[in-house]
């Protein structure tokens, strides 16, 4: 069965540190990743989502940026954290085969604040 | 551009009658729809699904309908339990699209009165 691993699940953080949020996912190749935000009482906003290895797309232009350095390994990053970045990161996964409706998994998520 | 809408940010049942969450879309490519069930501090877990091609589709006490004309889809859950209580998000997709995106609603916090 496939799982999905996100951690930290918790991260408070300094000003103008810098982040690095991994995800990882099991048995399943191929697959779809996002990274998404939920900020305090909103939606889900997607942030990346990658259809492959190396292959990134940005939704939002920000303070972050992904990257997809192996099949089943997706990891969100930033060089300097600004106070705008605090909220609950999520990753999550779908199936890579085309024209295939499946729903999506996600992760345990990261609850980050910086201060 | 919201594609996806839930207009009621929150909604009150009593335990043990039918809470319907609704949900909106603009997009007439639109051709998946999915309902999610998130508590605080966890990741979304999907509840149920429909396919464009059908009109209704159940699951226990879960119902989702999909009315394609009036752009619209809601959750029905029979009978609410405490547990129920949580944020409900819909989201719809498109097959064709080749990023295979959900799009999501706002979503609905629905609270399960004892």
């Known amino acids: 069965s496939q799982t999905i691993h996100q951690w930290p699940a918790t991260l408070v953080q300094p000003v103008g540190s810098p982040l690095s949020l991994e995800c990882t996912v099991e048995?399943?190749?191929?697959?779809?990743l996002y990274w998404y935000r939920q900020a305090a009482g909103r939606g889900l906003q997607l942030l990346f989502y990658?259809?492959?290895?190396?292959?990134i797309s940005s939704e939002v232009p920000q303070n972050l940026s992904a990257s997809r350095p192996q099949d089943r390994q997706f990891i969100l990053s930033s060089k300097k954290l600004l106070l705008s970045d605090s909220g609950f990161y999520l990753c999550?996964?779908?199936?890579?085969?085309?024209?295939?409706?499946?729903?999506?998994?996600f992760g345990q998520g990261t609850r980050l604040t910086v201060v | 551009d919201q594609q996806v809408k839930q207009n009621s940010p929150s909604l009150s049942v009593q335990e043990g009658r039918i809470s319907i969450l609704n949900c909106d879309y603009t997009?007439?490519?639109?051709?998946?729809f999915l309902w999610y069930k998130k508590y605080p501090a966890e990741g979304p877990t999907f509840l149920i699904s429909?396919?464009?091609i059908k009109d209704k589709n159940e699951d226990g006490r879960f119902t989702v309908f999909l009315n394609k004309s009036a752009k619209h889809l809601s959750l029905h859950i029979v009978p609410s339990q405490p547990g129920d209580s949580a944020v409900y998000f819909c989201?719809?997709?498109?097959?064709?699209?080749?990023?295979?995106?959900?799009?999501w609603g706002a979503g609905t916090k629905l609270i399960i009165k004892p």
């Open positions: 429909i396919s464009s």
């Open positions: 999550a996964w779908r199936t890579g085969k085309r024209l295939l409706n499946t729903e999506a998994f």
């Open positions: 997009n007439s490519m639109f051709d998946y």
């Open positions: 048995g399943t190749s191929n697959p779809n």
């Open positions: 989201a719809a997709s498109r097959t064709m699209d080749s990023n295979y995106q959900l799009i």
């Open positions: 990658s259809v492959g290895i190396g292959q």
